[in-house]
């Protein structure tokens, strides 16, 4: 742990217990984010227009979290620290949390991993900036709150992004796992994306 980690820290945790309604915001995403996440994934997955392109996005940023968590252990058995509340003085804790590793933050590698694959595969260039912001957002919550470092949220980050791009890459390029991607684009599909999913396929 650096003096600017802790330094950092200071800066985003201290402002908590200011305003309520912001610490109720920041304590919602911290705690709620990935019921969210999946509420947002099952959505998107059965209802809308153009479905079977949205599953072949969906598919990869759910398969993400595989790596990501994979490496995020490794890391973590190379450098551990436990949650700031365990460890340093006056941190606003506004959430209880067991202590154990933090190193990484394990909110900010489901978020970076699951929405750097939609931000690299979305075709809504007006909305796509949503995703990193939104990881971005779980991230600072979780320092927010007390229970990470930016160390914590920086490397699952880091390793988020790394995972979803290696992913893109498998998943485009592992014949297996392209044929399984194009499979469950298509399965149990409502009768008007049938239809569309068969114009687009004879145009």
């Known amino acids: 742990m650096t003096q600017i980690d802790t330094q950092l820290f200071y800066g985003i945790n201290q402002l908590a217990g200011r305003w309520p309604a912001v610490d109720f915001f920041f304590k919602a995403v911290a705690e709620g984010s990935p019921i969210l996440l999946l509420l947002f994934i099952g959505v998107r997955w059965f209802y809308g227009s153009s479905l079977p392109q949205v599953r072949q996005r969906l598919f990869p940023a759910v398969l993400a979290v595989l790596p990501a968590e994979g490496l995020g252990w490794l890391a973590g058995q190379f450098y551990a620290h436990p949650q700031p509340f365990a460890m340093l003085p006056d941190v606003q804790q506004l959430i209880a949390h067991k202590v154990d590793n933090a190193f990484p933050s394990d909110h900010s590698l489901l978020f970076f991993s699951v929405l750097t694959v939609l931000f690299l595969t979305s ?81």
Do not use: C, M, Q
Request: zero cysteines; charged letters at 15%; aromatic letters at 6%.
């Open 123 to 203: 075709n809504r260039p007006g909305l796509r900036w949503g995703y990193p912001a939104a990881a971005v957002l779980v991230g600072i919550s979780r320092i927010w709150v007390g229970v990470h470092l930016p160390l914590d949220v920086a490397a699952a980050a880091l390793i988020g992004i790394a995972a979803a791009w290696l992913t893109l890459k498998l998943a485009t390029s592992v014949s297996v796992l392209r044929r399984l991607n194009e499979g469950l684009s298509r399965l149990f599909l409502p009768a008007a994306a049938k239809e569309a999913a068969g114009r687009s396929k004879v145009h």
